[in-house]
């Protein structure tokens, strides 16, 4: 019998089932795929979009501005989840005023809110956000329904189940999210 043979087939055994394990761990604890619903997102990502999240990088740091973040509306386990632009840090007063977004009374230049915002919601008055909360826009915003809205309203950090990372379908928006 030819050990050397054996050796080789062990050893290629191992490899595929360390890969295996690799990827389930990358895939259950640090990324995940879901589907874009709705137009809220579009230019950037459009209904029927599969992007992956990246769900270990909030554990490390904390969600920065222009963030495309993946969150369950008031934690809510019950509903599907959503998908925007973190606009709004903790400790920021956040408001919409004519159109225009401001925060802690400076006017938001974004190419994403540059031709106005229609519809102020409960943004109309100042919103100071709490620790760990967070004022997500929609980059479609006069066809979102985001932190304007009571339904949705600030986001907490606890909430966000990660940061959009890679758009995998279609392949014509295949890539990297900005």
């Not at 895939?27 to 769900?55: C, H, Q, R, W």
């Not at 606009?87 to 007063?93: F, I, K, N």
């Amino acid at each position: 019998m030819d050990y050397t043979k054996l050796k080789e087939i062990l050893y290629f055994g191992i490899e595929i089932i360390v890969v295996i394990v690799i990827a389930f761990v990358l895939v259950y604890f640090v990324g995940e795929k879901t589907s874009v619903i709705g137009a809220s997102m579009s230019p950037t990502l459009s209904n029927k979009d599969e992007v992956i999240i990246n769900k270990f990088i909030y554990t490390l740091t904390d969600p920065k501005r222009e963030d495309v973040v993946v969150f369950r509306p008031n934690g809510n386990e019950n509903t599907h989840l959503n998908i925007k632009r973190v606009v709004g840090l903790p400790g920021e007063t956040i408001r919409v005023e004519k159109g225009i977004l401001y925060i802690d009374g400076e006017a938001y230049q974004s190419e994403f809110v540059a031709n106005g915002i229609k519809d102020e919601g409960i943004a109309m008055e100042p919103i100071l956000l709490g620790e760990d909360e967070y004022f997500v826009l929609g980059d479609n915003v006069n066809n979102s329904e985001d932190s304007r809205f009571a339904n949705i309203g600030n986001v907490n950090k606890a909430d966000m189940e990660g940061k959009v990372w890679f758009c995998v379908s279609p392949m014509s928006n295949m890539g990297f999210v900005d």
